[in-house]
């Protein structure tokens, strides 16, 4: 049955004794997964699975192997851990004749990216149909004519039956994700996590555009009437989502792009979104997409009777998620992507109650605060546990960068500085006080979206602007339609002193989270550093 590979698998050396099933569509993909007991539909016709004891990105157990391809392009430490080449032949040697004792497999051939100059074409083999189901509908599909012509550059093999050896394999436990740029191939063993997946195309994105002069990116980005696109930086809590699926404006995609020349283009044909707490008032659109047939949803309650949803429902887990095509989003771009953006918006949700709802940055500030990748955490419910904890996650992607931080931060100003675009640092967190404080509430989503509006219109650029003493870059005084004391953090706050405090210790955090880049970054990024006031 490899009629429908344009190159079958033992045309790349793997040898298998399953029937192999390619190139299957929705409708299929969702037969089989329920024929092999993979999950269930709910009442609207969404596939239901379960993805065992990992409901998450198992982080300590990816590895990339060290050799003379990436011995010194990778950042290597924590994030990306070194696999020796001699580790690496043992596993896939396992890996392959683990695959060659399959019944069946599931083959699809998919797109990384959606710019055809950048794209990658990726083949990804599957032991559960609902895995090739949901890498379908999350990487670019090709056309049947592209299909006709296909030829795999990178390979990603993904069984959750192969248990890694630890001292075999060179791995931390019987679960392993390895890549291997040199041999273009992704193993991935031992979970049935499906996002390790996707995020392992990204990872390969993130590694090879930058060689070829793009910026690849953890972000979200949309078009105005205007024409103009804008991309949203934030890490997960910032708005990221929320504040990009503006029904006034196209959506390019909600998660992974790049930043090439001529446009921003998704490097992917579909979104993963988190579906806890998610209701048909707050996010309409998304809400919308766990009633329709194609979506997948993972780790998401349902009553065994009735088959309705809970969303409320964090027993399994709070990384409860869904899958489905782009389009099924009303106002999308049609071919995933968008000229080069003209506003550039960096979010954060800052429980210290320091940072103004709105600042324009410069490229330099932009690339400090960029490569920063700050955001806050509310006290959690630790005993004793009653400040807002500081985050920092480098290019607001640090555990999908394979190479230095400043590869990314130094394109991305690189990129502003040729494109003129307007850069915006966007506080969807606190005001007034620390999140922890009684009484203090959270900014006013009103609020926000009247202020990111003037910022993309153009509209506030020709307002009157201030210089923030702590972080030196413009906050505006006054904008038509938004509270004016929202705009000074400082004026909000009942005890001034007690702000000036906190915003110096936020300072503080800043400057030691960013001490690990400053030999890597020009003297004018150090510059925009914030700065400690004199007591």
């Known amino acids: 049955m490899n009629a429908a590979l344009a190159q079958p698998l033992s045309a790349q050396g793997l040898d298998t004794d399953a029937t192999i099933y390619a190139n299957l569509g929705t409708a299929a993909l969702v037969e089989e997964a329920l024929k092999r007991g993979e999950g269930q539909l709910t009442r609207d016709g969404a596939l239901l699975v379960d993805t065992g004891k990992f409901t998450g990105r198992s982080v300590k157990d990816k590895f990339v192997v060290r050799d003379a391809t990436t011995e010194d392009t990778i950042n290597w430490g924590p994030i990306n851990q070194p696999m020796s080449p001699e580790h690496w032949a043992t596993l896939k040697a396992d890996f392959l004749a683990e695959l060659k004792g399959q019944r069946e497999l599931f083959v699809a051939d998919l797109f990384g990216g959606s710019q055809p100059e950048y794209r990658v074409n990726v083949r990804v083999i599957n032991q559960l149909a609902w895995h090739n189901l949901f890498i379908r509908t999350l990487l670019v599909r090709p056309t049947a004519e592209d299909l006709a012509g296909f030829s795999p550059e990178y390979t990603i093999i993904n069984l959750p039956s192969f248990k890694a050896d630890p001292e075999r394999h060179g791995c931390r436990s019987e679960t392993v994700i390895a890549v291997n740029f040199t041999e273009k191939m992704i193993l991935i063993g031992n979970t049935e996590y499906s996002g390790e997946m996707k995020k392992g195309v990204f990872g390969l994105l993130n590694y090879l555009l930058p060689a070829q002069g793009v910026m690849p990116m953890h972000c979200s980005a949309n078009i105005g009437a205007d024409g103009k696109s804008a991309i949203f930086f934030g890490l997960s809590g910032t708005g990221k989502t929320t504040l990009s699926a503006d029904a006034s404006r196209t959506l390019i995609g909600d998660d992974e792009h790049g930043w090439s020349d001529t446009a921003i283009f998704n490097f992917e044909g579909g979104c993963y979104a988190k579906m806890i707490n998610l209701s048909a008032e707050g996010e309409p659109e998304i809400y919308a997409t766990t009633k329709m047939f194609g979506t997948i949803l993972e780790n998401v309650t349902m009553d065994p009777a009735t088959r309705t949803l809970d969303f409320t429902d964090d027993s399994k887990t709070e990384n409860t998620r869904g899958a489905y095509p782009i389009e099924f989003i009303p106002n999308t771009s049609e071919k995933n992507l968008g000229p080069p ?22 490229p330099d500030q932009a690339m400090y605060h960029f490569l920063s990748g700050y955001t806050a955490k509310v006290a959690g419910t630790e005993i004793g546990v009653t400040e807002p904890t500081a985050t920092f996650s480098t290019c607001f992607g640090a555990a999908f960068m394979p190479r230095h931080p400043s590869v990314y931060g130094n394109l991305l100003k690189q990129r502003i500085a040729d494109g003129g675009a307007q850069c915006w640092l966007v506080n969807t967190g606190w005001s007034g006080g620390k999140a922890s404080d009684p ?24 307002a009157e602007f ?24 400082r004026a909000a706050w009942a005890d001034q002193e007690k702000y000036d405090r906190t915003a110096q210790k936020l300072v503080q955090l800043f400057v030691d989270n960013f001490a690990q880049f400053e030999d890597h970054v020009d003297q004018s990024v150090r510059d925009a550093a914030p700065q400690m006031v004199a007591a």
């Open 466 to 489: 201030r210089v923030d003493p702590n972080f030196g870059f413009e906050v505006p005084v006054a904008v038509p339609g938004v509270d004016s004391a929202l705009l000074d953090p």
């Open 341 to 362: 953006p003209s506003n550039v918006i960096l979010l954060t949700a800052d429980a210290f109650g320091v940072l103004p709802p709105i600042a324009r940055l410069t």
């Open 439 to 462: 009484g203090i509430k959270r900014m006013p989503i009103k609020a926000t979206r009247a202020l990111l509006n003037a910022a993309l219109d153009g509209s506030l650029n020709n």
